[in-house]
């Protein structure tokens, strides 16, 4: 009954989550979720599920983010496995596509898919400084004033000081 459970888990987490991957080797089942959208420089869940392995396998979760390469979860699995995983994804100054490959290598057989994931530049790594004076031209000696104000990527005032 527990197997029964967690599938149903993976199956809500998978449409709450809206990225995911199932697989099919050897009568084996293997699913992975992970969210479609991220954000760099920050922890991110990814869950895997593999259900009734019919021989000895090594799965492989793999995050590909422009030159980054980060391998998310490597585990060789003999019985029924379901597991979640944190990971730090890596920092972006614009927002890119990534991918999420998840690789089965069995004794006899192997296969492996792929998703794409769109990380979004975090909210420090991606503001906006505006800096505004109350002249546009001064002589010299006169004083001047300004100020400053910081936007994030939504462009709402930061909570921090420059």
């Known amino acids: 009954m527990e197997p029964v459970l967690q599938m149903f888990a993976l199956m809500v987490a998978s449409s709450l989550l809206q990225s995911a991957a199932s697989l099919h080797l050897n009568n084996t089942i293997f ?12 922890q991110e869940t990814l ?8 021989e000895p396998v090594i799965v492989t ?3 590909n983010v422009e030159t980054s390469r980060t391998v998310v979860l490597e585990e060789a699995v003999k019985q029924d496995f379901y597991r979640c995983v944190t990971f730090q994804v890596p920092l ?3 927002k890119a596509v990534g991918t999420v490959t998840v690789a089965v290598k069995g004794e006899m057989d192997s296969m492996s898919k792929t998703t794409k994931v769109l990380v979004q530049p975090s909210s420090s790594s991606s503001s906006l400084h505006i800096i505004q004076t109350d002249k546009p031209i001064y002589k010299p000696g006169q004083t001047v004033r300004f100020r400053i104000v910081s936007l994030d990527a939504s462009f709402l005032p930061l909570n921090r000081v420059v």
């Not at 699913?31 to 920050?42: D, I, L, N, W």
């Open 61 to 63: 979760v793999t995050l």
């Open 47 to 54: 869950c895997a599920h593999i259900h009734g392995p019919t």
């Open 92 to 94: 972006v100054l614009a």
């Open 31 to 42: 699913a992975v979720t992970v969210s479609s959208q991220v954000k760099g420089g920050s």
